[in-house]
């Protein structure tokens, strides 16, 4: 039996969002939706239902980071299994700027 490389394009937002949650080791809290000064007041403070939570997800750092390559983001999402969203998005922009800087062997 040969391998098949199947090459897929980027998904949409909401689509990337869906397969986010659906790689989630855990379910993902409203709190870590919210947003951090550092991620500026584009995000709602209250999210009231799944699309609302789905959409949110969608236009998250790490989402956006991911930029909707399927298999980045199948990578990724188990990362939290013992970590924040926003610890996520932290590793991914230090390992992007290590590997950025030829350093990123780790």
């Given at each position: 039996c040969a391998e098949k490389v199947i090459t897929l394009s980027p998904l949409q937002p909401l689509q990337a969002a869906r397969l986010f949650l659906q790689w989630c080791p855990r379910a993902?809290?409203?709190?870590?939706?919210?947003?951090?000064?550092?991620?500026?007041?584009?995000m709602p403070k209250?999210?009231?239902?799944?699309?609302?939570?789905?959409?949110?997800?969608a236009n998250h750092p790490v989402l956006k980071f991911l930029n909707g390559h399927p298999h980045a983001i199948t990578l990724a999402a188990p990362l939290l299994q013992d970590r924040s969203l926003e610890e996520v998005h932290k590793l991914l922009e230090s390992k992007s700027?290590?590997?950025?800087?030829?350093?990123?062997a780790s």
């Open positions: 993902i809290e409203n709190n870590e939706l919210e947003p951090r000064p550092s991620q500026g007041g584009g209250e999210v009231k239902n799944s699309m609302d939570a789905l959409s949110v997800l700027a290590r590997d950025q800087r030829g350093g990123g």
